[in-house]
Antibody, heavy 116, light 107 residues
């Protein structure tokens, strides 16, 4: 059974960066990143395609976010820069494993708190 | 961006009840519509994909239907483990977008 291991909680100051990692035990078609913002709901942040190393981001995060994969370990990561309190959320990696157009499996979530 | 609107935002029901959740897209998305179930303190789980296909591991009391702009998730005979928040999500285009969620709670 495919498993997803995600990095732990982080506390960051405004203006800092955070990097969340995600390791999947099986083949990934696409790696999506979704965050759950309190009071807002689920927000898709972007996706990384390991087949061609291409990333697609939601427009509001363009320039602040990077999604990629470390080829030496096969671990996916999402880096978000210039953090503000609005970025306080639970961050999930959600790989497409079998269904190209769905988030088949979700990591347990990484709580990122941005506070001075 | 494709906007997804769910209704109701919450509903109260009893065990054994049948419930229906609606999800509307701001433009046609064919059947590129998925449903997720999320319980408190847990990550979401894929429940229905491609509008009507039941994900392995979920019972057949869950069903999805619809195409174009209007979709529904039905639960036929609520069980205790079904009380959760349900989200629809479109995969027709980027950015992927979610509905705001429907909280199914105990009456």
């Amino acid at each position: 059974q495919v498993q997803v291991e995600q990095s732990g909680a982080e506390v960051k100051k405004p203006g800092a960066s955070v990097k969340v990692s995600c390791k999947v035990s099986g083949h990934t078609l696409r790696m999506h990143w979704v965050r759950h913002v309190p009071g807002i709901g689920l927000e898709w942040m972007g996706t990384f395609n390991p087949e061609n190393d291409e990333a697609t981001y939601v427009e509001k995060l363009e320039g602040r976010v990077t999604m990629a994969e470390d080829p030496s370990t096969g671990t996916a990561f999402m880096e978000l820069r210039s953090l503000t309190s609005d970025d306080t959320a639970i961050y999930y990696c959600a790989p497409s494993l079998v269904h190209y157009d769905a988030f088949d499996l979700w990591g347990h979530g990484s709580m990122v708190t941005v506070s001075s | 961006d494709i906007q997804m609107t769910q209704s109701p935002s919450s509903l109260s029901a009893s065990i054994g009840d049948s419930v229906t959740i609606s999800c509307r897209a701001s433009q046609s998305i064919s059947v590129y519509l998925n449903w997720y179930q999320q319980k408190p303190g847990e990550a979401p789980k894929l429940l229905i994909y491609s509008g009507s296909s039941l994900q392995r591991g979920f019972p057949e009391r869950f069903s999805g239907s619809g195409s174009g702009t209007h979709f529904t998730l039905s639960i036929n005979g609520l069980q205790a483990e079904d009380f959760a928040t349900y989200y629809c999500q479109q995969s027709s285009g980027f950015p992927r977008t979610f509905g705001q969620g429907t909280n199914v709670e105990v009456k």
